[in-house]
């Protein structure tokens, strides 16, 4: 029986002709990529090494009753990685992982780990670039290149991944450790450099300039009483939109004049990072009033501040305070009916509902769409033209003065820039006078 098979080429829509060949792999009949064919006489070569390199070490490696441990595939590496990371990263984080490796599933699944390369991974980078041009998307004008930034992160997943499985134990033979993924393979992809912004292929990145706070007081004039409360406190602690939603009382600590806020579910959560939020005094008396409501009626302090139910009490009632005609009996009755059977809402508000909620007021205030994560910029300007980037960097929570950096308006920048240099200026011509004076 024959355990491999010559080089073919076979026609893939994205990417052109690919090189392939079959090998007897853990006692079943594996396909075995190699790239690119290429194009001319010699473009060949380069693949054509490969497969010999990975013939060579085969025909030298005992084939005899296979295990399926005696070769790990990408199918096996992605399995295990997903199953230990599932319960430790962020869901949006773990949708990024499951999407790059479904992608990477769909091209090299029977592929062993160890032969998984740095060139290997440059070709997997060009599929994610063009992960976004397939006939589907197309058909639904959906073909919008990805950033440079989300790219790079997706090739970090996949890079991560690897060096995870490094460290993780597969068995013993001879006294010798053997691991998921040899050093080699991991240092190899380690060489591979990230994309620079607007590489070919991609987009770059858009910088998320501040919102106007006039528009976002409109706005807010516009909005139930609630959200508005939700989006002034997130303007002016400079929280995520995820900060605000999921405010508790048992999160915050009042022994101090000034509150702190410590998020129990945040975006930086599984790196172990969670920088206290300084309450703002004005976000204070918004919150004070929302708590006081909730001990009196000896709510538990793990109940979420903002939730849509909360706010369709509020508007209830509101209805009723501005209602001039009696209530019907008929009215009444569909009150009764849905206390008991009423509708059910969730706990806090999702990142979809705020979102929309603000949108909705948006369009009733006729200003130029702006999103929440867009108050972290602008808050984020304020501080910065008053206190300096460190102050901004501090309140942000930020490790890295460069991320503080993407946040601070470019205009705000460029204008405290001009105030330093009229200071600069100021004090030369002060200094020339006095030793004008002396002279």
């Known amino acids: 029986m024959m355990n ?244 508790r009382p048992c999160d915050i600590d009042t022994s101090h004049e000034i509150w702190t806020y410590n998020p129990h579910c945040h975006k930086t959560q599984s790196s172990g990072k969670n920088p206290p939020i300084p309450i703002e005094p004005r976000a204070k008396d918004i919150l004070v009033r929302y708590i006081s409501e909730m001990e009196s009626r000896g709510a538990p302090a793990d109940e979420y501040i903002f939730s849509p139910k909360k706010a369709m009490a509020l508007i209830s009632v509101e209805k009723a305070e501005k209602r001039k005609s009696k209530v019907q009996p008929s009215q009444q009755k569909r009150k009764e009916n849905a206390r008991t059977n009423g509708r059910k809402y969730l706990p806090c508000y999702t990142k979809d509902a705020y979102g929309n909620a603000i949108e909705r007021a948006i369009e009733k205030a006729k200003v130029p769409k702006w999103t929440s994560h867009q108050l972290r910029h602008m808050r984020a300007t304020e501080v910065y033209e008053d206190h300096g980037e460190n102050a901004v960097m501090t309140l942000l929570g930020h490790s890295s003065i460069e991320v503080t950096r993407r946040y601070i308006d470019k205009y705000m920048k460029l204008k405290v820039q001009k105030k330093a240099a009229r200071d600069v200026m100021r004090d030369i011509i002060n200094l020339e006078e006095e030793r004008k004076k002396t002279a």
């Open 4 to 247: 491999y098979t010559e080089l073919k080429k076979e026609w893939d829509a994205q990417r052109g002709w690919r090189a392939y060949a079959y090998f007897r792999l853990a006692g079943t009949k594996s396909k075995v990529r190699f790239g690119r064919w290429g194009k001319g006489k010699d473009a060949i070569s380069e693949t054509q090494e490969k497969y010999e390199r990975y013939l060579a070490k085969y025909l030298t490696t005992p084939q005899l009753p296979v295990t399926k441990e005696a070769v790990v595939t990408i199918d096996d590496l992605v399995g295990i990685y997903r199953a230990a990371v599932e319960k430790k990263v962020s869901s949006s984080h773990y949708g990024n992982i499951t999407h790059v490796t479904d992608l990477l599933l769909h091209y090299y699944k029977t592929f062993p780990v160890n032969d998984f390369d740095k060139g290997e991974l440059d070709e997997f980078r060009d599929i994610v670039i063009h992960s976004r041009c397939t006939p589907e998307n197309v058909k639904t004008k959906n073909a919008t290149p990805l950033c440079t930034e989300t790219v790079n992160k997706y090739i970090d997943i996949i890079r991560h991944m690897f060096e995870w499985g490094g460290a993780e134990k597969l068995r013993k033979e001879k006294g010798k450790i053997i691991y998921l993924v040899d050093d080699k393979v991991t240092y190899s992809l380690s060489l591979l450099k990230p994309l620079e912004p607007g590489a070919e292929g991609t987009l770059k990145s858009k910088i998320i300039e501040s919102a106007v706070k006039n528009d976002v007081i409109a706005t807010r004039q516009q909005c139930h009483q609630m959200i508005g409360d939700m989006l002034w406190v997130q303007y002016l602690c400079a929280m995520r939109s995820q900060g605000v939603r999921l405010l």
